[in-house]
């Protein structure tokens, strides 16, 4: 077999891999909707005040929560995610203490405190919206929590967890939905 | 009715009525764009920087945030949603979180768009995440930025915010795509990229040539490849498979070395006749023992990138663009302090913190650092003495002090003149339970350290500890030697090293694209990197302090004491 022959099949290869592998349009994957049972690690994490915050204590709520996970100068998907929180927020008017909304950070190296605050005021997030920062090893360990482990903040994905109280069963959503999409998982979960 | 008010309702009405009121917009926007774009009553840099305001900031000329609507009916903020959020600051685009931005700079708007991979075309439906298209007009333009339709008809992702923009406001924002990386930058040739580093006159020459041999030594390797690319065609053949950037394999690296000489006021005007002489793309590594600010500044107002400067003093911005450094230097080493203290918050019962700040650049950047961000954490000031150059701080004066301030902490920034103010502590019944010193000021001298003052000294310590970072030294050590590295200033090398790792990745993420905002912009995206030195560095938009750690450590027991660490490497 001659190297040219050979270097064709290799790029016929890697190409193929990269082609499999690469991300799609959006519109043409509706999100993805699971059931899930999650079992939250024992892990001291930070909020936007530089409060130390149990995270269990904060998801065994009995109104529904949320989580994503995002970090502060995030570009393209975080920015989505976050819009979708703070539009469930003014739909929900006055009700919005009703859910708990939770951002983890996947950049903990650079997501302070203070760089958490900026983000939610340049969202207008209302109370009840924290952004958790924390060590390295305890972030990994909420992430593997959720199956959401990624080694790298830059491989993200778009993925939204909604607990029901009744139950403490999660509604994994992987994808990203309308405003009117995501409000409707959050009144399945029992919102109001 | 103002044109806002026109789009608003075209808007609103399309979501009940989208394929008729769709056909009636794209005929009417079509129209009034096409004259506007012809028809701003601007100067042409005052458009420009109105343009430059609504795609950097979402900002439009009144000054109200763009608005605009997501995922189809998510509304949101132009200032959360900007243009450079996703494309950008150099519209070259960007792959995240698995969407695919493509290019919005004119050249790419302004011709047909296809989907390619080292040359070769792919057809659209092995990638339908790119969107190919034929070239946009003014009005096409207007039509994607409003509707989200291309000039073929397709949909684009629903994460592209359709925004709200008037025929001025659209005409501006088109203006300015058209300038965006319009030209390639300064420096960059065929065949060569030109590079310099600048040192400065206060730093002694091992520690320049330290920081300079491995620059000159991956300089001399990569153009060695080029002889060899074109002798051994199996080598190039095989190179070419593997590198993402192709065209970069022929391309030659030059660095010159920019020499500052006298006091740091007349440094701008050195580097402004260095550069009018010799316009390079960017500036690499580089070393200074003063403030790296009238470096940093040129750098800003040159637009010259300048990559990893070695400096215990940059600038500390949220904001600036073209600099990235290691890290925050000394003055991150204070932060780590102020954030140590806040963690062992039950152990100050209330109590205030005690600094005694030698008046020197180390003394104060490691206060500044301190104080900032103790500040940030929403604690009163420290009460801070600070001593004069040669000032000695006498038992007695550390008594009376820790006597009338009964401090919970006692923060010492000074050099080798610290170990005294340690072995006054020892018997002294005010003692508090935290002391800190900085490991980067007492220097070799964190050795010196008595036994019986090591359970209440706490150190910052900016690197990885020595024990861990042995296991770095198999894969460098080629390298040191060739860069005649000595332990006296392995450090310095390495820096060297860090910046030679992330130029070559930066370079080959460009992908022929040389623009000096592309350049941060791929860095940007960089996935976090394990390499000596640090524990880790990380990236992001916008983000220009690699390394963000510092640990807090003390000393072992015994006569050759290893270092204990005792915290994270980034505390919160």
Not at chain 2, 337 to 347: G, Q, T, V
Request: aromatic letters at 10%; a positive charge; hydrophobic letters at 40%.
């Amino acid at each position: 077999m001659n190297t040219a022959r050979l270097t064709s099949i290799f790029l016929f290869l890697f190409a193929s891999v990269v082609l499999v592998s690469s991300p799609s349009r959006a519109e043409e994957l509706k999100y993805k909707r699971t059931i899930e049972n999650y079992t939250m690690p024992d892990v001291t994490l930070v909020n936007q005040n530089g409060a130390r915050v149990k995270l269990r204590s904060l998801i065994t709520s009995d109104k529904p929560v949320v989580v994503d996970f995002i970090y502060g100068t995030c570009t393209t998907i975080c920015p989505v995610l976050s819009a979708g929180f703070v539009n469930l927020q003014q739909k929900l008017g006055p009700k919005s203490s009703n859910v708990q909304l939770i951002s983890i950070s996947i950049d903990p190296e650079n997501d302070t405190p203070k760089v958490m605050k900026e983000y939610l005021q340049r969202y207008r997030a209302k109370a009840g919206w924290d952004f958790l920062t924390g060590s390295r090893e305890n972030i990994d360990k909420v992430m593997r929590a959720f199956n959401a482990y990624i080694p790298n903040k830059m491989s993200h994905y778009p993925l939204t967890l909604i607990r029901n109280p009744q139950d403490g069963k999660w509604v994994r959503i992987f994808g990203l939905t309308s405003s009117s999409e995501f409000l409707n998982e959050y009144k399945k979960v029992g919102g109001i | 009715m103002s044109n806002r008010t026109n789009n608003c309702i075209v808007q609103s009405l399309k979501r009940l009525l989208p394929g008729v009121i769709l056909c009636c917009s794209l005929f009417a926007l079509s129209a009034t764009v096409i004259e506007d774009v012809h028809a701003i009553d601007l100067s042409p840099s005052e458009a420009f920087l109105q343009g430059e305001r609504i795609y950097r900031d979402g900002v439009l000329p009144s000054g109200e945030p763009m608005q605009a609507v997501i995922r189809g009916d998510v509304d949101v903020p132009g200032t959360s949603f900007s243009c450079v959020s996703c494309h950008l600051r150099s519209g070259l685009g960007s792959i995240e979180g698995g969407v695919v931005t493509p290019p919005t700079n004119g050249r790419t708007l302004f011709q047909p768009y296809k989907v390619q991979y080292k040359q070769v075309k792919v057809d659209q439906k092995f990638y339908p995440a790119i969107l190919q298209r034929p070239t946009y007009t003014d009005a096409s333009l207007a039509t994607a930025l409003r509707e989200g339709i291309t000039p073929s008809g397709q949909v684009m992702n629903p994460v592209m915010p359709r925004y709200y923009l008037d025929d001025k406001e659209m005409a501006l924002l088109i203006a300015y795509l058209k300038t965006l990386s319009d030209q390639p930058a300064p420096g960059v040739t065929e065949t060569e990229i030109k590079f310099a580093t600048v040192i400065t006159d206060d730093v002694p020459s091992a520690q320049a040539e330290a920081m300079l041999a491995p620059l000159e030594e991956y300089v001399r390797h990569k153009n060695s490849m080029i002889n060899l690319f074109k002798k051994e065609k199996r080598s190039a053949r095989m190179a070419a498979t593997m590198v993402t950037s192709g065209e970069l394999m022929y391309k030659k690296l030059t660095l010159s070395r920019w020499m500052l000489k006298g006091p740091p006021e007349t440094w701008r005007s050195q580097l402004e006749e260095y550069y009018r002489q010799e316009p390079v793309f960017a500036l690499l590594g580089g070393i200074s023992n003063s403030d790296w600010k009238p470096i940093h500044d040129f750098s800003e107002a040159n637009h010259l990138p300048c990559l990893f400067p070695q400096t215990d003093y940059p600038v500390i911005s949220t904001t600036d663009w073209y600099t990235l450094y290691h890290s925050k230097g000394i003055y991150q080493e204070g932060e780590a302090a102020a954030r140590f203290l806040n963690e062992k918050i039950a152990a100050l019962q209330g109590r205030n913190v005690l600094q005694i700040v030698r008046n020197s650049r180390q003394g104060q950047a490691l206060s500044t650092g301190f104080q900032e961000t103790w500040r940030d954490l929403g604690f009163a000031a420290p009460v801070t003495v600070t001593l004069g150059e040669k000032e000695v701080l006498s038992k007695e004066q550390l008594q009376k002090l820790l006597y009338a301030n009964l401090p919970a902490a006692i923060l010492v920034w000074d050099g080798a003149e610290s170990l005294a103010v340690l072995e006054s502590l020892v018997t002294s019944s005010e003692r508090p339970a935290i002391t800190i010193v900085s490991a980067s000021y007492l220097g070799d001298k964190i050795w010196s350290i008595p036994e019986q003052e090591r359970d209440f000294t706490f150190m910052t310590y900016p690197y990885r500890l020595p024990q861990r970072e042995e296991s770095f030294k198999r894969f460098i050590e080629p390298f040191m030697k060739k860069a005649n590295s000595s332990a006296a200033t392995e450090v310095i090398s390495k820096k060297s090293y860090i910046a030679t790792q992330m130029l070559t990745q930066g370079l080959m993420d460009l992908r022929g694209n040389y623009y000096r905002d592309n350049l941060f912009d791929v860095i940007g995206m960089m996935r976090d990197q394990e390499l000596p030195l640090y524990t880790r560095l990380s990236f992001g938009p916008g983000q220009r302090y690699a390394s963000k750690g510092c640990y807090m450590v003390q000393l072992d027991k015994g006569a050759k004491p290893a270092l204990i660490n005792k915290s994270d490497w980034v505390i919160h």
